[in-house]
Nanobody, 116 residues
């Protein structure tokens, strides 16, 4: 079983940047799917960015060109670099890792607040 802990959230002004980290308690080498999701108050949890297999990435239209997902297997960490932040990016951000036969795990989230 893998435990995920997100960090790096906080309060930032519009136009600023943050880098979220998702540290796993064990190796993530075998997890071919890593993703970041977010949930704003009163809304459903939505996909922000994901990386599949050898590095194929997908992003929500609202964050394309501003956010970048990456992973460091040696550090068992998944990152989300967020630039040019907007107030509408305010949400709790969750990390997810998954692989067939290995399980599907979520972190508890980190809050990002973008002020206008």
């Amino acid at each position: 079983q893998v435990q995920l802990v997100e960090s790096g959230g906080g309060l930032v002004q519009a136009g600023g940047s943050l880098r979220l980290s998702c540290a796993a308690s064990g190796s993530i080498f075998n997890y071919n799917y890593v993703g970041w999701y977010r949930q704003a108050p009163g809304k459903q949890r939505d996909l922000v960015a994901r990386m599949i297999g050898g590095g194929s990435t997908n992003y929500a239209d609202s964050v394309k060109g501003r956010f970048t997902i990456s992973r460091d297997n040696a550090k068992s960490t998944v990152y989300l670099q967020m630039n040019m932040l907007k107030p509408e990016d305010t949400a709790v951000y969750y990390c997810n890792v998954a692989a067939t036969g290995w399980g599907n795990y979520w972190g508890k989230g980190t809050l990002v607040t973008v002020s206008s």
